[in-house]
């Protein structure tokens, strides 16, 4: 079964300074997408990053890259240069086929409570 | 903004009663998605419709339904509400599968 673990309930990082949000996913396809989301206290869901499973390179976007490691199923968020406007839950997420139909549900990892202290 | 918006964003309702929760895609996305959000269980996935059909469903209660109409919004229907519906219900769209999904702002739904 498809399953994402995100195994840091919650962390917590000076300002300025690198974070590294651990993700695994479990999957037996070859095609599937994985993202990171960030949600704030308010509630919204603000997509991140995303990366292919054909992708050679790591996804960046701006501050945020995604390392991914193929063979150990990994999809590491790092984020450089924390803000206190970083502090807010993260979640890790695949999305994948479903049989033959073309639907890319996404699964989420329980998520880890990012904490960017002054 | 990601472009995909969710009406209402709060909702108190009584248990037993009937609420439709609106959702409008992206312009061009023509795939919906359906996501519930509690506490207990996470973030789970509930229902997809594509370009008017239904492609996928999850863990969705045969009280809930949905259906995306020609204009492509969706709506959310949720009947003989019980205490254990509260949560927060997202919409998101997409325009390729198995890429990025941009979710809107959430219908908070709170059943009393």
């Known amino acids: 079964a498809q399953k994402i673990t995100q195994t840091q309930p919650g962390m917590f990082v000076q300002e300025k300074e690198a974070v590294t949000l651990d993700c695994t996913y479990d999957?037996?396809?070859?095609?599937?997408?994985l993202f990171w989301y960030k949600q704030p206290s308010s509630g919204e869901m603000i997509f991140l990053i995303y990366q292919g499973s054909y992708d050679e390179q790591n996804a960046t976007e701006g501050r945020y890259s995604l390392n991914f490691q193929k063979a150990r199923k990994s999809a590491n968020l790092v984020i450089s240069a924390s803000q206190l406007g970083d502090s807010a839950m993260y979640f890790c997420?695949?999305?994948?086929?479903?049989?033959?139909?073309?639907?890319?549900?996404?699964?989420f990892g329980q998520g880890t409570t990012l904490q960017v202290k002054p | 903004d990601s472009g995909v918006t969710q009406t209402p964003k709060h909702l108190i309702t009584a248990t037993g009663q009937r609420v439709t929760l609106r959702c409008s895609p992206r312009s061009g996305d023509l795939s919906v998605y359906w996501y519930q959000q509690s506490l207990d269980q996470g973030l789970q996935f509930l229902i997809q419709?594509?370009?008017?059909?239904?492609?996928a469903k999850g863990n969705i209660l045969e009280r809930f339904s949905a259906q995306q109409f020609p204009d492509l919004h969706s709506e959310l229907n949720l009947s003989s509400l019980e205490l254990g519906d509260s949560a927060l219900y997202f919409c998101a769209s997409s325009s390729r599968w198995l890429g990025e999904q941009f979710f809107g702002p959430g219908t908070r739904l709170t059943v009393l």
């Open positions: 997420a695949m999305s994948q086929r479903e049989g033959s139909s073309n639907t890319g549900k996404l699964i």
């Open positions: 999957t037996s396809d070859q095609s599937y997408g």
């Open positions: 419709y594509y370009n008017g059909e239904e492609r």
